[in-house]
């Protein structure tokens, strides 16, 4: 920055007020008592204090205060893991076992001591079912009604279809009559009893009589 001196035809009072410069033009006596000091420089000290205040607060000003993120910014946000545990499904109801007849053990006794067929076959309640079965150890439907004739001496049909053409039908069976029925044989121990080879997973045993219009027949 150039720095001159001051005439008195354009003297001025720079006065430093703030961060602004005055310049007030001087005529008449002051600039006449400025005269014998014509030949003396002034000083640039507030000029350049004014100056460079004023260069500073416009280098302040241009910065600008506000700060952006750009809309490119990528930000990374941990976020802890979280993991669901499904419950396991309910356990399916348990199925109740299928209610088997239980025959009452008086009648069992009063047919036992009433029939000798009945008696016979009592003696192997328990035997397992087994398919073609005709032994004490296993026995099918027919193969165990034709067992226990066979041990009274009486000669009966290996299969069940078989006995629809045996002895006599009756209407009124007693116990040892035997019990015919599409693909099964019973042999009759009183009323709603009867003791047979049920079926695979069963043995022979008294229970009630399941057949639905059975045919009774009486062997002699």
Known sequence: MRYGYLRAKSRAVIAAAGAAMVMVPLTGAAAATLVTQDEAPVGPTA?????????????????????TASSVAEIDIETPEIKVKNDPPPAPAPVAPRAQPVANSSDVKAAISGSAVIAE??????????????SPSGFDCSGFTS????????????????????????SSPQPG??????GHLGIYAGPNLQIDAPRPGKSVQFRGIWQSNPVYVRVT
């Open 121 to 134: 076959a009592s003696k192997y309640v328990g035997v397992p079912y087994v398919g073609g079965g005709a």
């Open 147 to 170: 067992y226990v004739y066979g041990k009274l001496g009486i000669s009966l049909p290996r299969t069940s279809g078989a006995y629809y053409n045996v002895g006599t039908r009756v």
């Open 177 to 182: 009559d035997i019990i015919v029925s599409p």
């Open 47 to 67: 000029a350049i204090v004014a100056e460079e205040s004023a260069a500073y607060g416009e280098s302040i000003a241009a910065v600008s205060t506000t700060v």
